[in-house]
């Protein structure tokens, strides 16, 4: 199944040593761990897209920065970039003025822009560090993990989904995002809306 977003290098004769006898053993073994490793990626990637109704965000409950329910499948009816993250985590603090400068040029383009902290970070913490870095895009705290459950299970922070109006996953990216990609896939999505 094709998915918008997802991109695999291959691997080559040229990542191999050329002294194929001392390396025999861990060759095979660095083999097997990227081999595994892309079938894993490939599962959790393939989870947004098994279903034409988009993630199944209702009944999924998330708070926000007043400890106050929202309901994610409140994002549906508009793209939606949205990304897991947490105070502690140093690729997350630094995309937060990437993610500012998607929402300041998409939102009144119709886009979501959330910022979803995880369940283990403090709600005194998270608005600390809203109120310091002066984030105006969507802040909500996944109080309960399960929005990180039904996204695949995210258990990396930074991850990085982009929606559809549908919620269904065009892109999506574990660690620090490419600004160009993300932006690529929204243009396109509000292109077709």
Request: glycine letters at 10%; a negative charge.
């Amino acid at each position: 199944m094709a998915r918008r977003g997802f991109e695999m290098t291959p691997l080559t004769e040229n990542h191999h040593p050329t002294d194929a006898t001392d390396n025999a053993p861990a060759d095979r073994s660095r083999r097997r761990l990227l081999l595994g490793g892309t079938g894993a990626l490939l599962t959790l990637g393939l989870g947004g897209c098994l279903s034409d109704s988009g993630l199944p965000l209702d009944g999924v409950t998330v708070q926000d920065r007043d400890g106050q329910p929202v309901e994610l499948a409140s994002i549906k009816g508009k793209p939606t970039l949205i990304t897991f993250w947490a105070t502690t985590c140093p690729g997350c603090v630094k995309e937060i003025p990437h993610i500012q400068a998607l929402h300041d040029k998409y939102a009144e383009r119709g886009v979501n822009v959330v910022g979803l902290a995880m369940s283990y970070d403090p709600l005194d913490q998270i608005n600390k560090m809203v109120e310091e870095r002066d984030m105006t895009y969507t802040i909500w705290q996944d109080k309960d993990g399960r929005g990180a459950e039904v996204f695949g299970p995210v258990r990396v922070t930074p991850t990085t989904f982009v929606l559809d109006a549908q919620a269904r996953i065009e892109f999506q990216k574990i660690g620090v995002f490419d600004v160009d990609r993300v932006e690529r896939t929204l243009d396109g999505l509000l292109e077709s809306a």
